[in-house]
């Protein structure tokens, strides 16, 4: 018996390790770019709350009609912008999801490998300790039936 253990499927457990990296690589893009979805949200929700005041400034001082109408246009833009980037996040939300699943799914393949892994290591063990048992067994044997040779 062979006194070294190897693992017949080493190369498909580090193909394993290679595609848990790789799920975990785009999961973590996925993050950045959930993050930066909500950042230009942010900045946009941020951006009106500014145009609302400064609307409600311009109403209270002197009345500029032309500047008060500036700033209800740029409202309603950036309120459809904020629309677009609600839907940039949600889109965001769900590359992050699936991205989730996929390196969930990978990390179960490599747990499974490594079990297998662990397993075979065990059963090898088992073996090659039955093995000595075996050979203790026959020499303890061999000596009882013929003690005149030692």
Known sequence: MATKFVYKMENILSIKYKIEDQAKTAYGFARMKLTEEEDKLLTLKNKIILYQERKKSLMLSRLKLLEIRKCEE?????????????????????????????????????????????????????????????????????????????
């Open 74 to 150: 740029a409202i309603e833009i950036t309120k459809h912008f904020i629309e677009q980037q609600q839907i940039a996040v949600k889109k965001a939300e769900k590359q992050l999801e699936s991205a989730r699943l996929r390196l969930n799914a990978a990390m179960q393949d490599r747990k499974t490998h490594e079990k297998l892994k662990e397993n075979a290591l065990t059963n090898f063990f088992n073996e090659y300790e039955a093995d000595q048992r075996k050979e203790i067994d026959e020499l303890i044997s061999f000596r009882y039936n013929n003690p005149t040779d030692y």
